[in-house]
């Protein structure tokens, strides 16, 4: 039997379920809809799980039941924790690299919202504290820092430059006219493919740190202007 791809995370917090599925989900599906993916279908299965489905995802967000303590976490009374599973449609044709992104940004977008303490990447037996995940992004910094601008590269007063300025106007004017060309300006969804195949897969790209894979994300993330 051929296995099943999924892609998994998680977030503890503490308090009580109420509404989190809810406000989880609608945040998840605005995501999704930036980066290119309807959602065609929005159903709540239960009380404790609501399904998303889009044109290229199924996703299912659930309370769990009896959420374990994570390793090095104090007990507290009333521990909580949304599941989220999202499961390509096309399992053949999944870019593995850019649904990770797609689990990255959701686990971002969502720490604050919960008040989570603790993320599950990936893996049931990843777990990270809030400090470690939301850090890994807090370092990132742009891979081409922008040149200062010196004071002589800025504008001039507008009494030195307005005889110039008169001339050159006057030669525009003169100038047969030519429409602009339009442009289409790429959608999120299509920044972020570029992004991944010129940053994930160059053998030039090195990055060091204790979470490599989540890390590369962050700074793909940071590049692409997702965060």
Known sequence: MASTTKFHGGL????????????????????????????????ARADDAIALASDQYRLVL???????????AKLRPNLQKVEISLQPNFPSYCD??????????????????L??????WMDTSVTLTRKQFLG????????????????????????ETAIELELHCAQIQKSPYHPAVQVTK????QRLATWAGSLMRSHELRVVSPIPPL?????????????
């Not at 659930?62 to 090095?72: D, L, S, Y």
């Open 115 to 120: 008040g989570a303490e603790y993320i599950e």
């Open 96 to 113: 593995k690299e850019l649904s990770e992104m797609l689990m990255a940004v959701m686990l971002y977008r969502l720490v604050n919202e």
């Open 215 to 227: 890390t590369t994300f962050a700074l793909l993330l940071h590049s692409s202007g997702v965060i």
């Open 186 to 189: 790429p959608v999120p969804y």
């Open 12 to 43: 503890f917090y503490y308090g009580t379920p109420s509404s989190a599925l809810a406000k989880c989900s609608c945040i998840i599906a605005d995501m999704l809809e930036e980066y290119g993916h309807s959602v065609d279908q929005f159903s």
């Open 136 to 159: 890994v992004f807090a370092k990132i910094r742009p891979l081409h820092p922008q040149p200062k601008i010196s004071g002589s590269d800025r504008f001039a007063p507008i009494e």
């Open 62 to 72: 659930r309370m769990a039941e009896k959420p374990k303590v994570p390793n090095g």
